[in-house]
């Protein structure tokens, strides 16, 4: 059983940063994929980001694109998201979760386990 935790969301304003984390226990994370997803008050959760196995290849959605960074730390068993040049529209409550193997996919299916989320919020 792995246990997920995410941390560092909080209330920033447009064209900031932060860098969350998402931390794992119970099981190394360094066999599988990690992806990042978000869902903003009344839509559906969205895939934001993933990184392989040992974060030598990243995929992000177009709309993060450019502006947000997957990496991890496998010794740390630790996950990071760095989003810089944030939007009012980045404001959700952001997951993390590990896939069922090293590659990543866009599809919430592929993933087993998951964060309970930590809230974003961009003022503008």
């Known amino acids: 059983q792995v246990q997920l935790v995410e941390s560092g969301g909080g ?7 932060l860098r969350l984390s998402c931390a794992a226990s119970g099981r190394t994370l360094s066999r599988n994929a990690m ?8 839509k559906e959760r969205e895939f934001v ?10 995929f992000y959605s177009d709309s993060v694109k450019g502006r947000f960074t997957i990496s991890r730390d496998n010794a740390k068993n630790t996950v990071y998201l760095q989003m810089n040049n944030l939007k009012p529209e980045d404001t959700a409550v952001y997951y993390c979760a ?27």
Do not use: H, K
């Open 11 to 17: 209330l920033v304003q447009a064209g900031g940063s």
């Open 35 to 42: 992806g990042w997803f978000r869902q903003a008050p009344g």
């Open 49 to 58: 980001g993933a990184a392989d196995y040992d974060g030598t290849n990243t």
């Open 98 to 124: 590990q896939s069922r193997s090293i590659m990543w996919s866009t599809r919430e299916y592929f993933y087993d386990y998951w964060g309970q989320g930590t809230q974003v919020t961009v003022s503008s």
